[in-house]
């Protein structure tokens, strides 16, 4: 039920990125070219508010709690493999809350819900 759009590097990924506005975004922390911060810093920078979701693949032996995810900014660190129902499950998560996510919208001073 889900769009996939795939690259076959970081610097393709990102131009997609910046075109198709994805809501979620999977990518493997240490990529060749770019790290996974990088990638997660720029998605950030080029991203129209509220920007997405952004989860990074890292390998089992690194810390995948909510502090380490943010600290790399990243909205959260899955430990591979990852199973498939674990994965749509996070993403399905990761929508929804986006949806009922409160944000502030710089041409009202009020909280809207987005």
Do not use: K, Y
């Amino acid at each position: 039920g889900f769009r996939v759009i795939q690259a076959p590097s970081a610097a393709v990924a990102l131009t997609r990125c910046n075109r198709e506005h994805p809501s979620v975004v999977v990518t493997d922390v240490i990529v060749p070219g770019m790290h996974g911060t990088d990638i997660a810093r720029a998605l950030r920078a080029c991203s129209r508010p509220p920007g997405p979701f952004i989860i990074g693949l890292i390998e089992r032996c690194f810390d995948t709690g909510t502090e380490a995810a943010e600290a790399m900014l990243f909205d959260r660190l899955l430990n591979e493999p990852v199973p498939c129902d674990v994965l749509v499950r996070d993403i399905r998560e990761a929508r929804e809350r986006r949806t009922r996510r409160r944000r502030w919208t710089p041409h009202d001073s009020r909280l809207r819900l987005a």
